[in-house]
């Protein structure tokens, strides 16, 4: 039985206020992890927050971008993932290379703390920040939808290494705000079910098991309406006219020189890590398109 891959799913407790998602990522995941050598807990770190930037876009109301971005002073500088409506997620991690990383998620960071931004393609910005300061990912994410939003969320985030290549998922279960005393609640009893249930889902069955299954598995005794299932891939929208774009801030002379010493300018997306070079001939015609739109401009 093939499972479909690199899909979001959703649902909903039609008797209850609940709804919910699931993602499970394999090439898109396999994507970021290729662009760079990073090491095991980074790629766990990198595929849960992946995961998690899929259950946040699937919450959004508008078109635009998620950023969920990890700052710290710790082992762990910075990782950040973007995710678009339409479910195009692209990413990157930056971390001490000079030490051993730890083996566990809060002793990576280091007055870390999880910027989570939407921007709406028309409209405001809105970012909300929470601090790395549980165990896991999930609860720091849970965290952010009580503060942020007011709304009681549970969230499962995981990932997986084997013979099969690497996965990463996650699932959400939050409740559908109607007054709200019933979302913010800490008691609720429905929910509080519905999450007791949702924790005895096993990795295994989360990445090997198709969507219906989970849910049957999980919440037989419910009724849960499946919605059509979103697609998701990894795409960065760099490009070589993007970057020769930027060098026209640094002066000819300076690109040339660099040329001259080392063959080429290189650029790197810090997204996807495509290189992109520059001769000496590119230099010229990235300084003379520089010329062209000044004369424009005066
Ligand atoms: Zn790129």
Redesign the pocket.
């Known amino acids: 039985m093939t499972v479909e891959q690199d899909k979001l799913d959703r649902f909903l407790f039609e008797d209850r206020n609940v709804r919910g998602e699931l993602v499970k990522l394999r090439d898109s995941y396999k994507a970021i992890l290729d662009s760079y050598k990073y090491p095991p807990i980074i790629q766990d770190l990198l595929g849960e927050l992946m995961a998690a930037a899929c259950l946040l876009t699937a919450t959004l109301k508008f078109k635009g971008e998620v950023s969920l971005q990890i700052q710290s002073e710790g082992l762990v500088k910075y990782v950040v993932i973007n995710g678009t409506h339409d479910q195009k997620l692209?990413g990157v991690a930056r971390w001490n290379e000079q030490f051993k990383l730890p083996s566990t998620f809060s002793a990576l960071f280091s007055k870390g703390f999880l910027a989570i931004t939407l921007a709406p393609e028309e409209g405001e910005r809105y970012q909300g920040i929470v601090a790395l300061d549980k165990e896991t990912l999930a609860e720091c994410l849970e965290d952010y939808f009580l503060q942020s939003e007011q709304l009681l969320t549970k969230v499962s985030l995981k990932t997986q290494r084997n013979d099969d290549g690497v996965s990463a998922g996650g699932m959400l279960l939050q409740v559908i705000p109607e007054t709200s005393e019933t979302s913010q609640a800490h008691e609720n009893s429905d929910f509080d079910h519905l999450g007791y249930l949702m924790d005895t889902l096993k990795d295994d069955e989360l990445f090997s098991l198709p969507t219906e299954q989970i849910l049957h598995r999980l919440f037989h005794d419910e009724k849960v309406r499946l919605f059509e299932p979103q697609a998701v891939e990894f795409s960065?929208?760099?490009s070589k006219q993007r970057s020769a774009t930027a060098l026209q801030n640094v002066s000819k002379a300076d690109l040339l020189e660099i040329v001259a010493e080392e063959g080429a300018v290189v650029m790197n997306?810090?997204?996807?890590?495509?290189e992109y070079r520059f001769d000496a001939i590119d230099v010229e015609s990235i300084h003379a398109d520089n010329i062209a739109t000044d004369e424009v401009k005066h």
């Open positions: 692209r960065c929208d760099c997306c810090q997204f996807c890590h495509q």
